[in-house]
């Protein structure tokens, strides 16, 4: 849809006549024909209408964020439990373009099972070892309610190597409220633990930590438990209202203190999503400054690429999705991104998956040079629209979490862990029916795929303590079909073959093809091999066939004209030669004939593919 304005400025757009966005709308419905223009709008998890065209919209301000021309900081990852190799990974990184890094030990929720283990000065400092402090950003993550002893050793290298705190931007990472989320419990009441974190915050305060960011109100918690975009940005804005409280009371002023807080957020492959929901936390937060009386400036936000979209299976996939989740928060007015590593979800990354996630940034920065222009998508109608959206159902979320008395009292009640856990519900019952593909997982799998390669180190476990109240768990979307797959390679390295599904497709290639291409991606989804074939002459050689296959389960292929000729026979014929039996497509009136000509199950773009695969493993992988 064409803009008047755009043909005042472009003399080529000049050629072309205006058109208006009810022109579009009688084209659009014409095309859809008696299909409802409502099947063009889809929706978020939050509810918020995402419409198939939106025209400019004019006269809004770009969002306060990240200096005008300032790239992001590249934040990089330092996990290896070894100090010292994780301090050769670090040196390595910064030397190469990182120049930032993101200390994950040992025990910390970010780093799932495994991180430096540097719980005593000597481990510190071998790990950072020849990193020059002063001259990069440094961000500590902890294991759960051990951000205060870690700050000790952190400020003691620091004493040790004689360099001013005023003149280091460290990120310390105290995030009691995160933990409670993470773990269930709190070792101390939230009044007390609030005290507490304010006590250390105002200690590295008095010893000259002018730059340095204390307290950290960390998003991945939600992210990574299902939670949709305006349940994460509710659970970072409430917890920095809590965090600015603790910091008042422990004698920061409001000025200082909301320049202590960092705001971290995940960045998905859903790029307008991760574009609005970026430019959101801003908006919000400014929201709370001016509540407080104060003037806003821009919060610090740094991203992570999320844990919740990596899968094990076809893991160069993950670059795809790491690339449009950098590209997102940077365009969104990230401060600093970290980029987790392709093949993070099979192990820990190696040297190559390390540079590669390094890379995907500096190309991104260099090349495309993504940082130049300040908040680009402001005006954009499409992602206006979502920021305010993303904003009101937000707030609303926060003073829902604001009358329950803060976030400590809402974990403890509950209230977050409700309304996340039914986000996650719809999230993972869309994933099961493919409604959210997942590629190279439950689309477009690759059974035959070369393994990659990980460090040879195993994951630790976190060690299980008693609750409180129900913690956010840690999930990515991809596990429920991975354990099929994992079930599938254990039954070939056992017996030399996977666990397969014989197709039985029925008449001309022309009339099989398409659903045998369906079936074969929806049953190798679950690692079940497919045995194909071109056809057959007659009903003997498709019995013949199917008994030299070896399988157990055999799927009926073909189109509705023949299913509707020789479906019922077919289904009987491979019954009584000992098959059970799946149809490729919906059954309509054919259900019940089909039903007791011995079809057992039916696949079909909608169905519950998770469900449907997991009963398929029950059949095709017994002994």
């Known amino acids: 849809m064409s803009d008047p304005a755009v043909h005042q400025d472009l003399p080529l757009a000049a050629e072309f006549p205006a058109t208006d966005r009810a022109e579009w709308r009688r084209l659009v419905e014409k095309a859809l024909k008696d299909r409802p223009f409502e099947k063009l709008v889809s929706r978020t998890y939050d509810g918020i209408a995402v419409e198939p065209l939106y025209g400019r919209a004019a006269g809004v301000a770009p969002v306060a964020g990240r200096a005008p021309g300032l790239p992001w900081r590249i934040m990089q990852r330092v996990d290896h439990p070894d100090p010292a190799a994780a301090n050769a990974e670090a040196l390595q990184d910064l030397a190469n373009g990182a120049d930032a890094l993101a200390l994950v030990l040992a025990g910390a929720p970010s780093a799932h099972g495994f991180g430096v283990k540097a719980d005593n000065t000597a481990a510190l400092a071998g790990a950072l070892d020849g990193v020059m402090l002063d001259l990069i950003a440094l961000r500590v993550e902890t294991a759960p309610f051990a951000g205060r002893p870690i700050a000790e050793l952190v400020t003691g290298l620091v004493a040790a190597r004689k360099l001013d705190p005023a003149r280091l931007t460290i990120d310390f990472g105290l995030d009691?409220?995160?933990?409670?989320?993470?773990?269930?419990?709190?070792?101390?009441?939230?009044?007390?633990?609030?005290?507490?974190?304010?006590?250390?915050?105002?200690?590295?305060?008095?010893?000259?930590?002018?730059?340095?960011?204390?307290?950290?109100?960390?998003?991945?918690?939600v992210h990574e438990a299902g939670g949709s975009e305006a349940q994460e940005l509710a659970f970072v804005v409430a917890t920095g209202i809590a965090y600015l409280r603790l910091l008042e009371v422990a004698g920061f002023a409001l000025d200082d203190a909301r320049k202590r807080m960092t705001f971290m957020l995940a960045a998905d492959a859903d790029e307008f999503l991760t574009v609005a929901k970026f430019r959101a936390v801003r908006k919000l937060w400014a929201r709370v400054e001016e509540a407080c009386g104060l003037t806003p400036h821009p919060a610090y936000v740094a991203a992570e690429?999320?844990?919740?979209?990596?899968?094990?299976?076809?893991?160069?996939?993950?670059?795809?999705?790491?690339?449009?989740?950098?590209?997102?928060?940077?365009?969104?007015?990230?401060?600093?991104?970290?980029?987790?590593?392709?093949?993070a979800a099979l192990g820990l990354p190696d040297r190559f998956a390390r540079r590669v996630a390094r890379n995907q940034q500096l190309i991104l920065l260099e090349e495309s040079n993504l940082y130049r222009v300040a908040d680009p998508a402001a005006g954009s109608g499409g992602i206006e629209a979502l920021t305010s959206e993303l904003t009101k159902a937000a707030w609303a979320l926060v003073q829902d979490i604001e009358r329950t008395g803060g976030v400590a009292a809402a974990l403890e009640q509950g209230l977050i862990q409700k309304t996340v856990a039914t986000t996650r519900a719809a999230r993972q019952a869309a994933v099961a029916k493919r409604r959210d593909a997942l590629t190279g997982v439950s689309d477009y799998p690759g059974l035959s795929e070369r393994p990659v390669k990980v460090l040879n180190i195993a994951r630790v476990a976190p060690a299980q303590q008693a609750t409180q109240f129900e913690p956010l768990p840690s999930l990515r979307l991809a596990e429920p079909f991975e354990r099929l797959r994992d079930r599938s390679d254990t039954i070939l390295k056992?017996?030399?073959?996977?666990?397969?599904?014989?197709?039985?497709?029925?008449?001309?290639?022309?009339?099989?093809?398409?659903?045998?291409?369906?079936?074969?991606?929806?049953?190798?989804?679950?690692?079940?091999?497919?045995?194909?074939?071109?056809?057959?002459?007659?009903?003997?050689?498709?019995?013949?066939?199917?008994?030299?296959?070896?399988?157990?389960?055999?799927?009926?292929?073909?189109?509705?004209?023949?299913?509707?000729?020789?479906?019922?026979?077919?289904?009987?014929?491979?019954?009584?030669?000992?098959?059970?039996?799946?149809?490729?497509?919906?059954?309509?009136?054919?259900?019940?004939?089909?039903?007791?000509?011995?079809?057992?199950?039916?696949?079909?773009?909608?169905?519950?593919?998770?469900?449907?695969?997991?009963?398929?493993?029950?059949?095709?992988?017994?002994?």
């Open 494 to 623: 056992k017996t030399g073959a996977r666990p397969k599904v014989f197709l039985a497709n029925l008449g001309k290639a022309s009339d099989f093809t398409a659903r045998a291409t369906f079936a074969k991606n929806f049953y190798e989804a679950g690692g079940i091999e497919t045995v194909g074939n071109d056809g057959f002459k007659n009903r003997d050689d498709m019995i013949a066939a199917f008994k030299a296959s070896g399988a157990r389960l055999a799927c009926l292929c073909s189109s509705d004209k023949v299913y509707a000729a020789d479906a019922a026979d077919a289904a009987t014929a491979l019954t009584e030669a000992g098959a059970v039996v799946h149809l490729a497509g919906r059954p309509g009136e054919h259900e019940a004939a089909w039903n007791a000509a011995g079809v057992k199950a039916y696949i079909y773009v909608g169905c519950d593919v998770l469900a449907t695969l997991t009963a398929a493993h029950a059949i095709v992988s017994k002994p």
């Open 176 to 221: 009691p409220l995160g933990d409670m989320a993470r773990t269930g419990r709190a070792p101390l009441p939230w009044p007390d633990l609030s005290q507490r974190a304010g006590e250390t915050a105002k200690g590295l305060a008095d010893k000259g930590y002018a730059k340095a960011r204390f307290l950290r109100a960390d998003g991945r918690a």
């Open 305 to 343: 690429t999320a844990w919740r979209m990596m899968s094990a299976p076809d893991p160069y996939v993950n670059m795809l999705r790491t690339t449009i989740a950098v590209t997102a928060a940077g365009v969104g007015g990230a401060d600093s991104i970290t980029v987790l590593p392709f093949t």
